[in-house]
Nanobody, 118 residues
């Protein structure tokens, strides 16, 4: 099993930046594909970004391309989401999640709130 704990959320003005971190327990972190998701009030959860076990492959939702960067440090069992040029519509609870190759996201963190003021 993997336990995930997000941090780094907060309140920021539009155009600002935040870096989210997701710390994973266990020594098998490097086996997992990691993803970031978000859910705004009244909306469905949506995928933001994902990164392969090695970090060599990344994928982004169109609405964050060029603004957000996902990365991971397997030595620290941590995945990051660098968010730049934030917009009010980026306001949401952000979750990290883990999955093994070929399976769905089975492990989720508790979420961290990101609020972007206009």
């Amino acid at each position: 099993q993997v336990q995930l704990v997000e941090s780094g959320g907060g309140l920021v003005q539009a155009g600002g930046s935040l870096r989210l971190s997701c710390a994973a327990s266990g020594h098998t972190f490097r086996r997992y594909v990691m993803g970031w998701f978000r859910q705004a009030p009244g909306k469905e959860r949506e995928s933001v970004a994902a990164i392969s076990w090695s970090g060599g492959t990344t994928d982004y939702a169109d609405f964050v391309k060029g603004r957000f960067t996902i990365s991971r440090d397997n030595a620290k069992n941590t995945v990051y989401l660098q968010m730049n040029s934030l917009k009010p519509e980026d306001t949401a609870v952000y979750y990290c999640a883990a999955r093994l190759a070929g399976s769905g996201y089975d492990y989720w963190g508790q979420g961290t709130q990101v609020t972007v003021s206009a």
